[in-house]
């Protein structure tokens, strides 16, 4: 099962490779991985994306609070949450494409940040479903190129990662 | 303000911080080998004489020889390397003590700062080499984090789950100065290790393990390194339940106890094995279940049972086996409450119950596995461990190597105190032997100590009988020499049809020689009738160094064996064959 787990940790040279190290070492699945600073500026704060069973999950987090570097964690499938994602998308914008384009990014709420004579880029935030369907919904052909983020998590109401 | 000289009289330069910090740390030994990179740090070890510096003869046993250290003692152990070279020749040593958990500090040099990055002569990327094989390591790049960077080094390494901590030191940062201040304590926010167990965890655990039919207890190398071999006794006493050790675990329960079942796992005994699979109750303390103890982890749930696992390591709990009633924290702390909650107890153990359950364990102990056929004329292996024991009256430090000799070290030598049995159980690293043995006699220089070890396993670290000519250590050599490399021989008996490929060793150097060419004394031993006596003789020259080399039984294998994959009660036992 898919698994969203955030952290805070020491925001130091190596931090992020004792993280990326021990999902490699250990085999762990990484879906995605983003992290930056936090308010605090000696926190920074990482969202991983993994998948699988309760066990490893488990394990993961547990070998994630061994971590030296590591403040605190905290797997957000455990309750409520929020996952968010940005994704920049580079389409073909010529002939019919052109406002087909635009439709269907207005129906994604997308936006489109760069209009060239031949191309949209466009901006769409959400969870990372919703980034899948969108890509779905173009026609392959006339996606140029893309870039995701990773997704982005945060507990729901006063569910809150701090130290 | 530059900090490249010194400003005022109250600094000093990176290096005599250093220096300075090991003392705060009241380190006595440092193990290591000079080189460009760490030349100011030498140069202020030649104006000290608060340590003593062991020079090796190669960084890996510079490593080891502070592992052992670290290992007799439960002090942290300390190395220093140099750069590059020096540096990647240390991460076999770091490797060995991680899987073991053992508590060490490791001093790198690095290149000059402006340096890195630049691949330049001796540069290598230490932290990153080593991340997968520490605790924890740092770079330092600022002279002011010398002292705090070396006081977490400190922290880190022997609190927790121990472990080694490496500290890579740029060579410019060594000369630059400032003013030395070493932080009384250490506060860390990400890094709080556990210690008191949960009240009511311990309390559900006696329960358990009150209300057993058939209870067993198994502990391992964390019982040794949390130093509580003495609660433990004290429980397993009160409680007349039968104990198991690990191989990293001999020692914490006197062998010659009559509770004492013997090692289990791939070669443990048949009662030990057995009664670990059969038992209803398994209170496990300080070990991790791992595939050389378990075997396969599917035939070892087919019996239920319920588990009570202490390890101060959270995520050594339900690693590889599922636990009932997890504790988590300091072994010595949990096991002291488990006793006072004992004494204060009304009820008892179902005396009809464990009687029986003994009588059990006492028709499994009738298969005698580890009874071997002596010969009158060619040497058995089994028969020198025995008459090492003899000889040395149980109370030796024993090292060794990884194989046969190994198994038969473990099986053989009874141990009745923690921290005398050192060897590389995780990593299973040949050529441990030789340093370690020099690792426990600087520790303990009035004790005997002794090397079992394989022609195999001493060449890899050979070069050493140099150091210990060196510091004159009077270390005993066991050679066990089949020429063979006795467990990979024996896995192509079983497992592929005596094909031995590559384990034969031809051209061995005759190490009587070798060792008078180091200043040592060297011994032929070839008969069985000679054994007992050469080692008479050996032991009672207490201040020489001796190498003894039994030429054994080219035939003989371990047992018992779990094969590889197979459950615990699936073994093969000497009669077998």
């Known amino acids: 099962m898919k698994h969203i787990i955030s952290l805070l940790m020491e925001n130091e040279a190596g931090a992020l490779s004792r993280v990326a190290g021990l999902f490699s070492a250990r085999a762990y699945n990484i879906e995605s991985l983003t992290v930056a600073p936090t308010e605090d500026a000696t926190l920074s704060r990482m969202t991983i994306v993994t998948s699988g069973s309760d066990e490893v999950i488990e394990q993961i987090i547990k070998q994630l609070n061994k971590l030296v570097d590591v403040v605190k964690v905290l797997d957000l499938n455990d309750g409520r949450h929020i996952e968010r994602e940005l994704m920049l998308v580079k389409v073909k914008a010529t002939g019919p494409f052109r406002e087909e384009m635009k439709r269907i990014s207005d129906i994604f709420r997308g936006r489109i940040i760069d209009v060239a004579d031949g191309s949209y880029t466009i901006e769409v935030t959400g969870s990372c479903s919703k980034l899948d369907a969108f890509l779905e919904a173009l026609d392959k052909g006339a996606i140029l190129e893309t870039v995701r983020t990773g997704a982005s998590g945060i507990g729901r109401g006063d569910r809150i990662l701090k130290i | ?577």
């Open chain 2, 1 to 577: 303000m530059d900090d490249r000289s010194p400003q005022t009289t109250h600094q000093i330069s990176g290096a005599e911080i250093v220096i300075r910090c090991l003392q705060e740390e009241k380190v006595k030994f440092v193990f290591g080998y000079p080189g460009g990179a760490v030349l100011h740090i030498y140069d202020e070890i030649f104006k000290q004489d608060a340590f003593k510096h062991i020079l090796v003869r190669h960084e890996q046993a510079a490593v080891h020889a502070a592992d052992a250290f670290a290992r007799a003692t439960g002090e942290v152990g300390v190395a220093l390397v140099t750069s590059g070279p020096g540096a990647t020749n240390a991460v076999t040593g770091i490797a060995t003590a991680y899987m073991d958990s053992i508590p060490l500090v490791v001093i790198s040099g690095q290149v000059p700062t402006p340096a890195i990055g630049m691949d330049a002569f001796q540069e290598v990327d230490m932290v990153g080499i080593t991340r997968p094989c520490v605790k924890h390591n740092f770079l330092i790049k600022d002279v002011k984090d010398i002292a705090p960077t070396l006081k977490k080094a400190f922290y880190i390494a022997a609190t927790g789950r121990p472990g080694p901590v490496v500290v890579d030191i740029p060579k410019d940062i060594t000369a630059h100065f400032t003013k030395f201040e070493y932080p009384a304590t250490v506060e860390m926010r990400s890094y709080t290790p556990i210690m008191k167990g949960h009240s009511g965890q311990i309390k559900k655990a006696l329960k358990l393990l009150l209300e057993a039919k058939r209870p067993m207890i198994y502990t391992g190398g964390g019982l040794v390194l949390g130093d509580a071999s003495a609660e433990l006794v004290k429980l397993a006493r009160a409680l007349g339940y039968p104990v198991t050790n690990t191989l990293m675990g001999l020692g914490g329960y006197p062998a010659t106890d009559n509770q004492f079942v013997g090692m289990l796992g791939m070669h443990g005994t048949y009662e030990a094995n057995m009664a670990m699979q059969n038992c209803d109750v398994l209170l496990a303390v300080g070990a991790r279940f791992d595939d050389r103890v378990i075997g396969n982890p599917g035939h070892f749930y087919s019996k239920d049972r319920s588990i009570i696992h202490i390890d101060v390591d959270p995520s050594s709990i339900s690693k590889r086996v599922k636990i009932d009633v997890p504790i988590v924290g300091h072994v010595q702390s949990v096991l002291s409450e488990m006793n006072d909650l004992l004494i204060a107890e009304t009820r008892k153990p179902d005396a009809e119950s464990i009687k029986s359950w003994w009588q059990q364990i006492d028709l499994w102990r009738e298969k005698k596995s580890l009874v071997y056929k002596n010969d009158s004329q060619i040497i058995k292996p089994q028969y020198v461990v025995e008459k090492l024991w003899e000889v040395t009256k149980g109370e030796a430090y024993v090292t060794s190597d990884v194989g046969q000799h190994q198994m038969w070290a473990a099986q053989y030598y009874k141990f009745d105190k923690p921290r005398r049995w050192i060897n590389s159980g995780g990593l299973g690293t040949m050529g441990v032997g030789l340093p370690y043995a020099m690792g426990c006699q600087l520790a303990d220089p009035d004790a005997m100590v002794a090397c079992i070890t394989g022609e195999g396993s001493i060449q890899m670290n050979i070069q050493e009988l140099s150091t210990c000519h060196q510091f004159r250590l009077p270390i005993k050599v066991i050679l066990l020499n089949n020429r063979y490399l006795g467990m990979v021989r024996q896995w192509q008996e079983f497992f592929y049809e005596n094909r031995y490929s590559e384990s034969y060793m031809d051209s061995l150097p005759d190490f009587v020689k070798l060792a008078e060419s180091y200043g040592h004394i060297g011994m032929n031993i070839e008969k069985s009738a000679d054994v007992e006596g050469a080692l008479k003789e050996a032991f009672d020259m207490k201040d020489r160094f001796v190498f003894m080399n039994f030429i054994t039984d080219q035939k003989e294998n371990v047992f018992p064996m779990v094969p590889n994959g197979k459950g615990l009660s699936e073994m093969i036992l000497a009669g077998d064959e």
